[in-house]
């Protein structure tokens, strides 16, 4: 199981606004001991919409999709996602209660759209304007505003996910190699890969700077270490400079 995100606008694609959102959620993420799997972007179209839900859909992965679910023209979300799950676009009771008590006579005639939710879903609470998100299976729909997004999406994972969480989360051990060449350490990159399989590495070379290399080792922190041993010693035996980077 994975955690993705679906970010949702033509600006994100045409260059008008900048996601904030994946930074963020990788931050929540963190302070959890989980960490982020992948991420599609994606543009107020129909076709593309749907088909990516369907795909997503099929996956037991944890997907937030931020965006699109208000109730102007461009906000495409909700029926698509409808569309993609096979059930029909309905106007959820509880939302239907939250958006009334907030907007009173103001909810109509436009506001209340936004209670029409695919069959099947359950609210997600909004702490700013209460006009909810929604989750569908193992998606969870929220909007593009980072102001309520965010505390949604800690929401959801406080109260569907607290099982997932990790007291104990990866590590990531940096290292600045100085006068390396990356193609003199693919040996020991895949000796080391080979003897320690629990651990990932990352090799990094810096364009400013010649023969300097960002290596780095992930993993838990009790395989990580003894890596990070064997790889230190390697590289004092062969001669090559390194300096801990997050010591």
Known sequence: MKVGLILIGDELLNGSRQDKHMAKT???????????GWVRIIADEVEQLVQTFKETLATDDIVFSFGGIGAT????????????????????PKAVELIENQFG??????????????????IIPNPIN????????????????????WPM???????????????NPDVDWRWKLVGA???????????????????????????QHRHHI??????????????????????????????????
């Open 26 to 36: 990788i931050e929540i993420l963190a302070q959890r001991g989980m960490k982020l």
């Open 181 to 207: 060449i990356e193609s003199d350490l693919l040996d020991m990159m895949n000796t080391l890969l080979e003897t320690f399989p629990e651990v990932r590495l990352s090799s990094l070379p810096n364009t």
């Open 130 to 149: 209460q006009v909810p998100g929604f989750t569908l299976a193992n998606h969870h729909f929220v909007p593009g505003f980072p102001s309520m997004s």
């Open 214 to 247: 960002d290596f780095g080792l992930k993993g838990k922190e009790e395989h990580v270490a003894k890596a990070a041993a064997w790889f230190e010693s390697y590289m004092t035996q062969h001669d090559f400079h390194y300096e801990r980077q997050d010591a």
């Open 153 to 167: 999406v800690e929401w959801v994972l406080d109260t569907h996910y607290r099982h997932l969480f990790d007291d």
């Open 73 to 92: 023209p461009d906000d495409l979300t909700r029926q698509c996602a409808a569309q993609a799950a096979g059930v029909e676009l309905i106007k959820h």
């Open 105 to 122: 006579e103001q909810a109509y005639p436009n506001r209340i759209l936004m209670s029409e939710l695919p069959e099947g879903s359950e």
